[in-house]
């Protein structure tokens, strides 16, 4: 295995340059995009730094110097401009401010790497050892990169990030297009794409609680409604959401409402960001009643699978397994067990598993749902 090189990369402080560095490269030119951010004390990620990379060259880009949206987007939002990204998922929300919509066409090298047989979630670090032979350094990947000025190491680091996504890029494509998944793969990007501009937040968050899924329909209801003022509020505050109100919390707010304010602060003790103020709202909420129009617009709560349900869902994961084996694709990939789990319960076909997933799945899944 072999070191990793040194990248030299420009280190960009104006809108100017970064124009000048973008304006090099040509239409339709694959370009490497990663980001370093922060998410420690807030609900949305701070963008700490964007790296670059097309043609051997490198570019450290310093978000809290100058806006870079304006120069991004008519170079990375076109419909022909082809980016590459490493597990975007994180990346592309800490730039959706600055893109919106996302890239014109994300290459997701980790969904890549899934597609060709290599694994589900594997690591940048782990896919450059097995296609480039270099073994990256993990040193800085705790890093502070929103302190100023950073070091050597860190812009070393920061730079290695997008110096091998071409090689990665190259070598992919081509094994997606002999095993012929590069339309799946294009599908799952622009899918990733699509959840990553999605950023008003789930509105029916109480359906990951499946420890609620038994109970009344106006106290799902009730629950659904804490949810969404938790998204507003944190939001609006820019605080990360168990700090206003944990999952655990939640849960024993709706199942049990406080008699009185006192009762409420008493309960909530230790919520971080739960001032007196949020505490009056969530006091208000806790006791308005709750309307039949809030119940119908509750989606229910899927519990886990009994019974004959369970049954289904062995059958289910067998057919999945199968499946995968003869696709060369990992099960998770094709279709997380939670997924299952969720549609041998509601019967409702699952979003997750439309496209390329439902040619596979629709004509075997419906026949083994219990009777």
């Not at 670059?52 to 978000?63: F, I, M, Q």
């Not at 990169?145 to 091998?164: F, G």
């Not at 009994?306 to 999945?320: D, F, I, N, P």
């Amino acid at each position: 295995m072999s070191p990793p090189e040194t990248a030299a990369a420009d280190w960009i402080v104006h809108p100017d340059a970064l124009q000048a560095w973008l304006a090099t490269i040509p239409i339709g030119a694959a370009v490497g995009l990663d980001t370093e951010f922060m998410r420690r004390n807030t609900f949305y990620p701070q963008l700490a730094l964007l790296q670059l990379g097309w043609n051997g060259r490198y570019a450290l880009v310093d978000p809290l110097a100058f806006d870079i949206g304006a120069a991004l987007q008519p170079r990375l939002g076109g419909d022909a401009a082809v980016t590459i990204m490493h597990s975007a998922g994180e990346d592309l929300e800490t730039l959706a401010p600055l893109l919106p919509e996302g890239p014109g066409q994300l290459f997701d090298t980790q969904i890549a790497a899934a597609f060709a047989g290599m694994g589900l979630g594997i690591s940048y670090r782990a896919l450059v050892a097995e296609l480039a032979g270099v073994e990256l350094d993990k040193g800085e990947t705790r890093s502070d990169w929103l302190q100023r000025p950073l070091t050597d190491s860190q812009r070393n680091y920061a730079a290695l990030d997008v110096v091998y996504l071409r090689t990665l890029h190259e070598q992919l494509a081509e094994r997606l297009q002999q095993r012929d998944r590069s339309a799946w793969h294009a599908e799952d990007c622009a899918r990733l794409k699509l959840r990553a501009s999605h950023r008003e937040g789930d509105p029916q968050p109480q359906r990951a609680l499946r420890g609620a899924a038994d109970w009344p329909p106006a106290q799902q209801a009730l629950l659904r409604r804490l949810l969404l003022w938790r998204e507003r509020s944190a939001r609006r505050l820019d605080v990360p959401r168990p700090w206003l109100l944990d999952d655990a919390l939640a849960l024993n707010l709706a199942q049990q409402p406080p008699r009185s304010l006192g009762d409420l602060e008493q309960r909530s003790r230790g919520q971080r960001a739960l001032r007196s103020a949020q505490r009056g709202e969530l006091f208000e909420l806790l006791t308005a009643p709750v309307s039949d129009e809030e119940i119908a617009a509750t989606a229910r709560i899927p519990g886990h699978p009994q019974g004959e349900a369970k049954k289904a869902l062995a059958a289910m994961k067998t057919l999945v397994d199968n499946l995968a084996g003869e696709l060369d694709l990992p099960p998770g990939l094709l279709c997380p067990r939670k997924v299952l789990e969720e549609y041998v319960v509601t019967a409702e076909w699952p979003e997750f598993l439309e496209g390329w997933r439902r040619d596979v799945l629709h004509d075997r899944l419906p026949a083994l749902l219990p009777g």
